[in-house]
């Protein structure tokens, strides 16, 4: 076990906690001591906007100079009297380090960078080339003399901390992914606590519940097998038929877990799935542990801390009077965009969200979005009634693009690279209530008990109270019954949700317009936009997906974990309000209030241990797995592949980025039968290969791909003439011809050419040097 390179990157995460934490005193001043916990993804996001500008130059440079800048920062911010506490700091510096700890030994049980069971070739081949590139964007490693056709502002992250540690990729990988993980949780857990704070409900408990649920907690698949194993067969049998699933995995028997089950509950239609086989068929809809259990280190996955940073940054505006509206306006059009423009390099699934959660934000905010006008312009438009509304509504979304547009400025070179030209499509097969609830039940049911007690405090009578609850379970069966389920399940909260975020001001204005009040004094504050954001989002990809061959896998995929991250914060506030604050709506005597926080707990103890099952039987199942603990990524090679090991790891020691040729088209596998390996040799290395993986193919098109995989062939087994000049045309350095270039081409005839040479012979690989002209 590395622990030298463990120490090295905690002790760097920890100083970038700090340094971030004291720039963010004047992002958040409201919530100053929770914003601590803000600390990395601010420093982090200082980082990249430098490197990112500068590296178009020199990327060596960029990295230095981005040190520089944010030692520059926390300096002025210090020297202004804003200061960083000290038990604030030690309280996230606790968090963060559980969380970079805990994910550490996850990889250290299984650290390998293998093609299957995601996408660990493509995170690790983009941070290889990244370390190797002297400027950005990066070559790409599947498609030589190209710039690579992918959001990579993660892995730039990832290579900005390995060159500033001096860490070799293998290893970077891991910890990187470790870091990630672990700003997620601190942000969730001071974001959190925040909205807890100003709720004036508990901090520590609520922000608690946040850093469970987006760290530990899984979607209800695992308990509900898990009871079902439970039942006799009598009762088990018809009830997975009735809910429309056969008995596998954990239903029968814990012998027969599997941590990939619970990320594959929701089942689409193959038909809609292009060339894709039946087999193919469930959507991904994974939480954020099983995505660091499987390891890769994904866009959806690096972004997530981010994300919750411009939450945060929300929240500071929603808490900012209208008085302040310099404040605001820096908020709203510096800081906003700035994060934004990281997420959409980083993510670019979840740049879409920055300008809703500014949407949503700015309209139900206490402050009038008329009010960030100056008072000449902003004093002519109507604030009051339904025409006040409407405008209120539409400033709020002119805003929202305003941050959009000025987002894409902050990372407009991304946009002018390649492109894939994925278009929109709609009205895919949609989900069924039961899938629904087995995947977001963890929020989506304290949410509707959160929202329905509080509109239940604003009805006089308990008829009204029945007949409310009636309406909504109608609506959700309706829904159901027209295959519409996210509208009927999620309707009810939508409506709730923004009601009772502009229930106080909409009641002045309308009758019969409820004022939902805490305890009588406070709306429902910020866990309702975190609610509106996830609810909306869920709706949205049950009728809008980015058409592929896939159906809209890859959409729910990126969009889910998004609405996981921005649930798991709310639902911290939420239960602290359930087990804190939830009285009868009804006159009672003490019995009934006893009663009902007897009962609040007692759900919120299930509700946690229930979603706790998938992480005992996951990570139990992880450990039996360990043997000598390392963070090699690269370890594994020498037993699962004794002949490419010694030659992947010569070239992996070539100096720069010389271009390589090896077989093509290749996918998730190594080497299989028909010769389609996993383009190992330039994954592993960051070397560019003249065609690589076939998800060049979507990254540009299919006929461009496919020309390469021609030259490929040619290159391998043509006649000496089209050789030269394929050879020339790519400025090709090695030619690799190992097991998958055999198995597909049969005999290879390149080294017949008399500028081709032998550099490298081990094991099963003999890798050719062409004489550069």
């Known amino acids: ?68 800048v944010l030692l520059a920062v926390t300096v002025v911010v210090a020297s202004r009297g804003r200061s960083v506490d000290g038990r604030a700091y ?25 093609p299957v069971g995601g996408e660990k070739f493509l995170d690790f081949g983009l941070l290889q080339s990244l370390l190797r590139a002297e400027t950005i964007p990066p070559e790409d490693m599947w498609f030589a003399g190209e710039p690579v056709a992918y959001y990579y ?66 979607n209800l698949s695992t308990p509900a097998k898990f009871l079902v194993w439970l039942l006799p067969e009598s009762l088990s049998g018809p009830l997975a038929a009735a809910a429309g699933y056969e008995l596998s995995g954990l239903a029968t ?30 959507v991904i809809d994974e939480f954020p542990l099983f995505a660091w259990l499987n390891g890769d280190m994904h866009a959806h996955m690096m972004s997530t801390g981010f994300l919750l940073l411009a939450a945060a940054l929300c929240f500071s505006y929603y808490q900012t009077p209208a008085d302040e509206r310099r404040r605001r306006v820096a908020l709203l059009f510096g800081a906003l965009p700035a994060v934004g423009g990281v997420i959409a390099v980083t993510n670019t699934w979840s740049f879409p969200s920055v300008a809703g959660l500014t949407m949503l934000t700015v309209a139900v905010a206490p402050a009038a979005p008329t009010t960030l006008l100056p008072d000449r312009f902003g004093g002519r438009l109507r604030v009051d009634g339904l025409g006040g509304e409407l405008v209120r509504i539409g400033a709020a979304l002119a805003v929202a693009v305003v941050v959009l547009a000025l987002g894409l400025v902050w990372s407009l070179p991304f946009w002018l690279g390649p492109a894939s030209g994925r278009e929109l499509a709609v009205l895919p097969d949609r989900s069924s209530l039961v899938e629904l609830l087995a995947v977001h039940g963890p929020f989506v049911v304290p949410f509707g008990m959160y929202l329905s007690a509080r ?22 069966a309706i829904g159901a019954a027209l295959d519409i389920a996210a509208v009927g399940l999620l309707g009810p909260i939508l409506v709730g949700a923004w009601l009772l975020a502009r229930g106080p001001t909409l009641s002045d204005r309308f009758d019969g317009v409820p004022a939902v009040a805490d305890g009588g004094d406070r709306p429902v504050g910020f866990e309702a936009v975190l609610i509106l954001a996830g609810a909306g989002l869920v709706v949205l990809v049950e009728f809008v997906f980015v058409r592929e061959n896939i159906g809209r896998m890859n959409t729910v995929f990126k969009t889910y974990m998004q609405v996981w991250i921005l649930w798991a914060v709310a639902v911290g506030p939420v239960l602290g309000w359930l087990v804190a604050r ?11 209030r006893a009663a009902t926080a007897v009962g609040m707990r007692v759900f919120v103890a299930v509700l946690v241990v229930s979603t706790s099952l998938y992480g005992v039987f996951a990570l139990s199942n992880h450990a039996d797995r360990a043997g000598d603990l390392t963070l090699d990524g690269q370890a594994y090679l020498d037993d699962a ?56 193919a979507q990254y540009r098109n299919d006929t461009v791909y496919q020309r390469r995989v021609g030259d490929v062939e040619t290159i391998y087994t043509g006649n000496r003439s089209a050789q030269r000049r394929l050879l020339s045309t790519y400025d090709v350095i090695y030619v690799y011809v190992g097991p998958a270039e055999r198995n597909r081409y049969g005999t290879v005839t390149i080294g017949d050419l008399p ?7 081990a094991g099963g690989v003999t890798i050719y040097r062409v004489a550069e002209n």
């Open 582 to 592: 939830w009285r009868p709506a009804w006159p009672s005597a003490d019995r009934a």
């Open 90 to 114: 030690a309280e996230a510096a606790a968090v963060f380090s559980l969380a970079f700890l805990l994910v550490v030994w996850i990889r250290a049980v299984d650290p390998a960078i293998v």
């Open 253 to 282: 028997g814990p012998q027969s877990f599997s941590y990939w089950d619970a990320s594959r509950v929701i089942q689409d239609d193959p038909a809609d799935f292009g060339t894709y086989e039946p087999a193919a068929a469930p």
């Open 153 to 218: 502002g993660g892995h730039l992250l990832a290579a900005t901390l390995a060159r500033l540690t001096g860490t070799a990729g293998q290893y970077a990988y891991n910890l990187a992914l470790a870091g990630f993980y672990a700003t997620l949780v601190t942000a969730a857990y001071g974001l959190a606590g925040a909205v807890a704070a100003d709720r004036d409900l508990p901090r520590r408990l609520s922000a608690g519940f946040a850093a469970f649920f987006v760290g530990i907690a899984s």
């Open 455 to 476: 509109v239940a405090g604003t009805l006089s009578d308990a008829r009204s109270r029945l007949a409310t609850g009636a309406a909504v379970v109608g609506f959700v």
């Open 641 to 696: 592949h004794p002949q490419e090991a010694e030659a992947i790891r010569w070239l992996d020691d070539r100096e720069g980025q010389p271009t390589i040729v090896t077989a093509a088209p290749a996918g998730y596998q190594w080497v299989p039968s028909d010769g389609k390996g996993a383009s190992a040799p330039a994954s592993l290395t960051g070397l560019p290969t003249v065609a690589g993986w076939y998800h060049e």
């Open 1 to 68: 076990m590395e622990f030298a390179l463990v120490a090295t990157w905690l002790a760097l995460y920890l100083l970038l906690l700090y340094a971030g934490a004291t720039a963010a005193t004047a992002l958040f001043p409201r919530f100053a001591d929770e914003g601590v916990a803000f600390g990395v993804p601010v420093a982090l996001s200082i980082l990249w906007l430098v490197v990112y500008g500068v590296g178009r130059l020199s990327l060596s440079v960029g990295v230095w100079l981005a040190l520089a």
């Open 755 to 761: 500028d081709v040479t032998v550099a490298k012979e």
